[in-house]
């Protein structure tokens, strides 16, 4: 367990300035699914019909998905890197095809949030075109949400947060500085470890690790209609995962570019 859990017990007033500090400026819009029962400020989740609905339990027929910055755009070495997952329920046939909007973008029935979501990043041999790999060793970073959100005082765990227009996605800042240039990946995948614990630190509820199944990823990721596609997406649905690869440019390079992922 990497992070320090608060314990059981803690007084009230104290509990409530935490997660008061986690919270940001922006209130959730959409509906959502928490797969664990516990909120993204470490509370216990509360079903409501809504609108927006709030729902607890596993999550079915759940896509993947990155932002447009990451994928549309290339970064230089040294440049702070915003990375952004968002994970949704979305609606399915009788054959359970994804069903699409007029865009071809999928319909989404609410956001998941769940403890059991890691980010890692780690450096590649070579392009992933010409059959770059990990680089053999611990990865430059890895968490998860589980090991940030009962934290004591700052951390750069893993966390999740809402942004500007309701969205609930999971994020972190990779600052580059230090890096070299050439290709990484990141990596999104559920997984409930053996040491999460099963009781609330923050309220002694009990938790349950309810199944989140990633079957799909996000058609628009991999749209080159929205443009130059420079962040290289993969999911496998089998491990409930999806990466993507990247590649940090020379500092001279900017951003932008010839087009090209090689």
Not at 17 to 46: F, H, K, M, W
Not at 162 to 187: A, C, F, H, K, M
Request: glycine share 10%; proline share 5%; hydrophobic share 40%.
């Amino acid at each position: 367990m990497k992070g320090k859990l608060v314990a059981v017990g803690m007084i009230a007033c104290f509990m409530l300035s935490l997660t008061a500090s986690q919270a940001n400026a922006y209130v959730l819009a959409e509906n959502i699914l928490y797969a664990e029962g516990v909120d993204y400020l470490g509370l216990d989740a509360i079903p409501t019909a809504g609108p927006p609905s709030v729902e607890i339990g596993a999550a079915a027929n759940v896509m993947v998905g990155w932002s447009d910055d990451i994928i549309y755009h290339q970064f230089p070495a040294g440049q702070k890197v915003r990375t952004e997952v968002l994970l949704h329920v979305v609606a399915v046939d009788e054959f359970g095809a994804m069903l699409k909007n007029a865009d071809g973008s999928a319909i989404e029935l609410c956001a998941v949030y769940t403890l059991t979501a890691h980010f890692k990043i780690q450096k590649l041999t070579a392009s992933p075109l010409d059959g770059g790999v990990p680089v053999e060793g611990d990865p430059l970073y890895t968490s998860s949400i589980y090991e940030g959100l009962w934290t004591d005082g700052p951390s750069a765990a893993y966390s999740a947060e809402v942004n500007e227009v309701g969205d609930l996605l999971y994020g972190y800042n990779w600052d580059t500085r230090g890096q070299s240039p050439g290709w990484y990946r990141l990596t999104f995948w559920i997984e409930a470890e053996a040491d999460f614990v099963l009781v609330n630190p923050y309220t002694g509820t009990s938790i349950t690790y309810n199944d989140v199944d990633i079957v799909f990823g996000d058609p628009m990721d991999i749209d080159p209609s929205a443009g130059a596609i420079f962040g290289i997406v993969n999911v496998d649905t089998e491990n409930d995962l999806s990466y993507l690869d990247l590649q940090l440019t020379e500092k001279s390079g900017g951003r932008g570019g010839s087009g090209t992922v090689r």
